[in-house]
């Protein structure tokens, strides 16, 4: 079996051919367009047994590694962490195409689990949705910022309730204020309340989109308590497929709720796991504190754990890993039942 380890740029993808054994059998750099797709494709021809490996940057991979897929090759994603250390491992110094291609292939030779990588559908869609509603609504913060200070020196004493600016009703009535007042000042507050107004529109289009998608694609995982459509939404576009992990463990590991152990010597010492997919953590998270905070399961497990010396942060830990475990449950049965409906339906219903 040989391993082809590429290292993809914007201009360029550089691939570097290894044996069982990690040794370098070629190299060949190809420009990073669909004809070069094409030659780097013959040219791995020579190799009858044969797996890709590129590092998971998928904004400088995703065309190659659609190209790979079309044409029915074995691909799997590198995270870059295991690349980094596969080439500071390495004899060679320094950093180049040809080095960082030859430690993808060599921490794929390492790592025989690794991801396998899929032709991206429903799920990136969805999260190129919740990031373009992120991105606005970091960009409505902004301005709301901007025009609590524009109205501080207009209107000393006037007071904008906390999160209301994205309510119409409050909008209108600081229309109706900043109309009576002339100068630089008020004209740039009255742009400001425009582009708020703009922003929160499209934000609760994009809302009720992303609730209509997820309503069809993650039926399942809406089902569980404490989870909204945004946190759905999040989920399933972070994940891009449960199935691609081999366990409920292996998909903790990735989100960062499996515990890092401390000692070799002491098995019940375990740190915190500040690694992983922190926006899958942060959605698990929401969950978690909305179980705690209404009556159910959720709660009444925080209650036994902290009734068995537990604190209420590591109750809180504990109780985030078991909704980990069941979100992926959830999420691999709404994948089965995915893979039975024509793709035309799911976006017919989205």
Same mark, same amino acid.
């Given at each position: 079996?040989?391993?082809?380890?590429?290292?993809?740029?914007?201009?360029?993808?550089?691939?570097?051919?290894?044996?069982?054994?990690?040794?370098?059998?070629?190299?060949?750099?190809?420009?990073?367009?669909?004809?070069?797709?094409?030659?780097?494709?013959?040219?791995?021809?020579?190799?009858?047994?044969?797996?890709?490996?590129?590092?998971?940057?998928?904004?400088?991979?995703?065309?190659?590694?659609?190209?790979?897929?079309?044409?029915?090759?074995?691909?799997?994603?590198?995270?870059?962490?295991?690349?980094?250390?596969?080439?500071?491992?390495?004899?060679?110094?320094?950093?180049?195409?040809?080095?960082?291609?030859?430690?993808?292939?060599?921490?794929?030779?390492?790592?025989?689990?690794?991801?396998?990588?899929?032709? $991206?559908?429903?799920?990136? @869609?969805? &999260? =190129? !949705?919740? +990031?373009?509603? *992120?991105? /606005?609504?970091? $960009?409505?913060?902004?301005? @709301?910022? &901007? =025009? !609590?200070? +524009?109205?501080? *020196?207009? /209107?000393?004493?006037?007071?904008?309730?906390?999160?209301?600016?994205?309510?119409?009703?409050?909008?209108?009535? /600081?229309?109706?204020?900043?109309?009576?007042?002339?100068?630089l000042v008020a004209e740039i507050a009255r742009e400001r309340l425009a582009r708020i107004r703009?922003?929160?529109?499209?934000?609760?289009?994009?809302?009720?989109?992303?609730?209509?998608?997820?309503?069809?694609?993650?039926?399942?995982?809406?089902?569980?308590?404490?989870?909204?459509?945004?946190?759905?939404?999040?989920?399933?576009?972070?994940?891009?497929?449960?199935g691609r992990f081999r366990s409920r463990a292996a998909f903790a590991r990735h989100n960062g709720?499996?515990?890092?152990?401390?000692?070799?010597?002491?098995?019940?010492?375990?740190?915190?796991?500040?690694?992983?997919?922190?926006?899958?953590?942060?959605?698990?998270?929401?969950?978690?504190?909305?179980?705690?905070?209404?009556?159910?399961?959720?709660?009444?497990?925080?209650?036994?754990?902290?009734?068995?010396?537990?604190?209420?942060?590591?109750?809180?830990?504990?109780?985030?890993?078991?909704?980990?475990?069941?979100?992926?449950?959830?999420?691999?049965?709404?994948?089965?039942?995915?893979?039975?409906?024509?793709?035309?339906?799911?976006?017919?219903?989205?």
């Amino acid at each position: 079996m040989v391993i082809l380890g590429a290292d993809t740029h914007k201009s360029t993808h550089t691939v570097v051919a290894i044996d069982e054994v990690g040794q370098q059998l070629a190299e060949r750099t190809v420009p990073a367009t669909p004809a070069g797709h094409r030659v780097v494709m013959a040219w791995a021809g020579q190799f009858a047994e044969r797996r890709w490996a590129l590092e998971d940057v998928r904004h400088l991979s995703r065309r190659l590694e659609a190209d790979l897929l079309r044409a029915g090759e074995h691909v799997v994603r590198v995270p870059t962490r295991l690349m980094g250390a596969a080439r500071r491992a390495g004899r060679e110094r320094g950093k180049s195409d040809p080095i960082d291609a030859l430690a993808t292939a060599r921490a794929a030779l390492r790592e025989p689990d690794l991801p396998e990588a899929f032709l $991206e559908g429903d799920e990136r @869609e969805l &999260r =190129l !949705l919740v +990031d373009h509603r *992120e991105d /606005l609504v970091a $960009e409505r913060t902004r301005m @709301e910022n &901007r =025009l !609590l200070w +524009d109205l501080h *020196e207009l /209107l000393p004493g006037y007071v904008v309730a906390p999160r209301s600016l994205g309510r119409r009703k409050v909008l209108d009535e /600081l229309a109706a204020v900043l109309a009576g007042i002339e100068g630089l000042v008020a004209e740039i507050a009255r742009e400001r309340l425009a582009r708020i107004r703009q922003l929160t529109v499209r934000v609760n289009e994009l809302e009720r989109e992303i609730a209509r998608r997820t309503t069809v694609i993650a039926p399942a995982l809406l089902a569980l308590a404490g989870c909204g459509p945004l946190s759905a939404a999040k989920l399933v576009g972070e994940t891009a497929r449960a199935g691609r992990f081999r366990s409920r463990a292996a998909f903790a590991r990735h989100n960062g709720t499996a515990p890092i152990p401390v000692s070799s010597g002491n098995r019940d010492r375990q740190r915190l796991n500040r690694g992983g997919n922190r926006q899958i953590n942060c959605a698990l998270h929401r969950i978690a504190i909305t179980q705690m905070q209404h009556p159910g399961p959720g709660r009444s497990y925080i209650e036994r754990r902290q009734l068995a010396g537990d604190t209420k942060t590591e109750a809180i830990r504990a109780l985030r890993r078991r909704i980990s475990d069941e979100v992926f449950r959830r999420l691999l049965i709404d994948e089965r039942s995915r893979s039975t409906m024509p793709r035309a339906c799911v976006q017919a219903a989205a």
